[in-house]
Each structure stands twice: as structure tokens, then as C-alpha cells.
């Protein structure tokens, strides 16, 4: 019987974490908690820091310089307590090869004891996974898929997926993969996995942390983030030839009169700061968490506008 957490401690709990490569600060994490039943999405661009970060949660790096607690365990110190209730599918799917995909569910289910066959079978199915085909024929998708279903198939309590959506068709992802983690959520498990995708962190997580350079520059719940970000259109009197700057916008783009901003202030505080600058409000709407990512990291990812981290919750 798989011991549960308190319903009030953490799952994931990580303390002023700080990993080097070198002179290359991959992580430097204050604070990241994850708690039971979330579906917690980390998201950031080439480098960012998300698959160090995994691997610090696995176990398979150890915290240089601060600490990270999985079930109340140091993952690095006590893996077989740790990864026993964990499914990962890792970064690069390494399965082997040579094996047939019937004969990898069966070695698989060995270390597991609370391996759901009819489960793993459902999902095979599901999957249009052929049993007789060898691994290092699949697909990159079949290859996703694999690595999703030995992750899955023991139900673990805290499921760790890095990239899950690489090689999926959009289909399959939609369909399969966010009803898969949604469901997971549903049963009171936990899943913790990083994306490119904003439109699928939106979709899918209800709590997400945004990385830049190692760090996460915003974390919170997906429905405040987005309930505290607004996409505001402005008209201005005369033509501006640079970006008005308004305290509140986080991005501003545009040319002339109209200029459109992503920001994290209220209406009335940036009616009236534009108002100083001779513009008004002509448009507003929601913004995506695309939207956000953009306007806080940067389009190329690492030129961060904001480094501080911002609390949302
Ligand atoms: P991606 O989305 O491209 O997979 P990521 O957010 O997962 O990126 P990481 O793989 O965690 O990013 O890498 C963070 C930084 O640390 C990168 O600059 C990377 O080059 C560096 N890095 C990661 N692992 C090593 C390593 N073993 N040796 C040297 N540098 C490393």
C-alpha cells in the first residue's frame, strides 16, 4: 500500500535550488511547490532550465546547493522510495531498443507491483500501439506514446512527463494526452510536466510556472494569471515615433497612433496613465498565457523584461 502524503504537505517541494554547469546557471529556484492533485505545467523556451529541474525531481541530479523534497524525501538520497511511486516519461523517451512493444510492457510490470494490466492494455489500444513491433522502429510519436503508457500504467501517485507533447500529432495531444493528465488530476494524483506549448498549459494545468535563464520569472494559478493580464488597445492623438512607456504595461508593440499593450495593472490605471500621454483605451481583451510568456520573457526567450519572480497566488 503506497503511503499518501498529508493532504497538506507538498508533493514537490523545492528550496533556493541552484545548479551550475559550469559558469552556465541552468536552475535557480527560490521557492516551487506542487501540490497534490494539481496538474503544475512548466513552461519555458530552449534551455530554460525545465528538464534540469525534472531531473532534480527524479533524483537522477542532486541539489548542489539547496534542497528538493518529493513525498518529504530527498529523491536523490532515497530513490527506491521515491521513483516507486513516480511515472516519468523522460526528455528522450531511452527505452530499449531491441525489445518488442508487448515484451517492454512485460518487463516494465515487473518492477511494478501496482501494474494495471487491463489499464495498460486499455491504453495500448487506445494508443494503436502494435505489441509485436520493436521499439527502435516506432515513430517519434509510437516512441511518445510507449514512454506515456509504461508511465501510466501503474497509476503512480505523481506523475513526471518532460515534453510529453514532442512527436504528438495535434490530435493525439488534444484527445489523448490532455484527457489523460486531466483524468489523472480527477483520481486526487498528481502531474507535474514541462511544454513548449502555452495553448496546452492553458488547456491543461491548473497551476503553471513560467522559466527563463534557470529561473521561474512567474508561477501561479492559470485562472489568476490570466484574470490579472489584459491585452489593451490605445489610440494616441499624435503619431508616437517609440513605444509610449506606461507604468503597468509589460509589452507594448505597435507603430504611430495605435499601440497594444500586455499588462498586469487595472483598467482605470492605465486609462490614466495613457491619458497623461494624450492616448485612450479604444479595445480590450483577455490575454493568452502566450500572450504573457511573451510580454515577460521576451520573444526570443531569455531577454527577460521583468526578472523578478512575481507571485500570482
Ligand atoms: P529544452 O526545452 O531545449 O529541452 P530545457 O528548458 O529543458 O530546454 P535544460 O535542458 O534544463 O533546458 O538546460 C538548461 C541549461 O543547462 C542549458 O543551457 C543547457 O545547455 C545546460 N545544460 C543542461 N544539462 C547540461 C549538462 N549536462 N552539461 C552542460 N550543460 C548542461
Redesign the pocket.
Known amino acids: 500500500m503506497n503511503q499518501q502524503p498529508l493532504n497538506h504537505e507538498p508533493v514537490i517541494e523545492i528550496s533556493h535550488l541552484s545548479r551550475r ?2 559558469f ?1 546557471v ?2 535557480d529556484v527560490t521557492s516551487l511547490k506542487v501540490h497534490r492533485g494539481q496538474v503544475f505545467g512548466l513552461v ?10 525534472i531531473k532534480h525531481v527524479m533524483g537522477l541530479l542532486r541539489a548542489e546547493s539547496g534542497s528538493v523534497r518529493v513525498f518529504g524525501l530527498d529523491p536523490a538520497s532515497d530513490p527506491v522510495a521515491v521513483l516507486r511511486r513516480i511515472g516519468f516519461l523522460s ?1 528522450d523517451r531511452d527505452m530499449p531498443g531491441w525489445m518488442r512493444v508487448d515484451e517492454l510492457l512485460r518487463y516494465t510490470r515487473a518492477f511494478h507491483r501496482d501494474w494495471d494490466k487491463d489499464y495498460a492494455e486499455s491504453l495500448r489500444e487506445r494508443f494503436q500501439l502494435d505489441p509485436s513491433a520493436r521499439v527502435k522502429n516506432l515513430s517519434r510519436g509510437e516512441l511518445a506514446k510507449t514512454g506515456l503508457l509504461l508511465a501510466l500504467a501503474h497509476r503512480p501517485e505523481l506523475l513526471v512527463l518532460d ?1 510529453p507533447s514532442s512527436g504528438l500529432d495535434p490530435v493525439v495531444r488534444r484527445e489523448m494526452l490532455e484527457a489523460i493528465i486531466r483524468s489523472v488530476a480527477d483520481e486526487g494524483r498528481t502531474v507535474f510536466f ?1 511544454s ?1 506549448l502555452l495553448d496546452e498549459i492553458e488547456r491543461a494545468s491548473d497551476h503553471v510556472a513560467m ?1 527563463a535563464g ?1 529561473r521561474v520569472i512567474l508561477e501561479g494559478r492559470v485562472e489568476e494569471i490570466l484574470e490579472s493580464h489584459h491585452r489593451l488597445t490605445l489610440r494616441f492623438a499624435a503619431p508616437l515615433s517609440e513605444p509610449p512607456i506606461l507604468a503597468g504595461a509589460l509589452l507594448m508593440t505597435g507603430a504611430g497612433l495605435e499601440w497594444t499593450a500586455i499588462c498586469n495593472a487595472g483598467r482605470q490605471e492605465m486609462e490614466s496613465a495613457a491619458a497623461k500621454l494624450g492616448g485612450r483605451i479604444v479595445e480590450e481583451a483577455a490575454a493568452s498565457l502566450d500572450d504573457i510568456f511573451l510580454a515577460r520573457v521576451g520573444s526570443n526567450g531569455s531577454s527577460l523584461r521583468r526578472s523578478e519572480k512575481q507571485e500570482v497566488s
Open positions: 554547469f559550469g552556465k541552468a536552475v519555458g523556451a530552449n534551455g530554460a532550465g525545465k528538464t534540469t529541474l526528455e515534453e514541462s513548449h522559466m534557470g
